[in-house]
Nanobody, 124 residues
Framework: VQLVESGGGLVQAGASLRLSCTVS????????TGWFRQAPGKEREWVAS???????STADSLKGRCTISRDTDKNTVYLQMNSLKPEDTADYYC???????????????????WGQGTRVTVSS
């Protein structure tokens, strides 16, 4: 199983970014996937997830600014982030759940395969 993220970069506050995560070796239509992030000097935190049926969940602090979605034909999951703030600066990781037919989860331990991360830097 391989997950490859892309789409990160350096942007100014208020900008938008769309992160992508292309999965190989496991079908998104059968597994939940999630986005997590880790800011410098901070613990990893859950951002959003999408279940095997397409039901989405988003961290309360990011609702209204972050949207997770997927394209099962491309086996790719996306994270659309709007109105970016300097505190959104972090490495963003996508991860896939270890079990088929899984609901989305905010627990990192439920995910057994992770991407390498893509860095998002938001300047003020």
């Amino acid at each position: 199983v391989q997950l490859v993220e892309s789409g990160g970069g350096l942007v100014q506050a208020g900008a938008s970014l769309r992160l992508s995560c292309t999965v190989s070796g496991r079908t998104l239509g059968l597994f939940a996937t999630g986005w997590f992030r880790q800011a410098p000097g901070k613990e990893r935190e859950w951002v959003a997830s999408i279940s095997w049926t397409g039901i989405v969940s988003t961290a309360d602090s990011l609702k209204g600014r972050c949207t997770i979605s997927r394209d099962t034909d491309k086996n790719t999951v996306y994270l659309q982030m709007n109105s970016l703030k300097p505190e959104d600066t972090a490495d963003y990781y996508c991860a896939i759940h270890s079990r088929r037919f899984s609901s989305g989860s905010d627990r990192a331990d439920d995910h057994d395969n992770w991407g390498q991360g893509t860095r998002v830097t938001v300047s003020s």
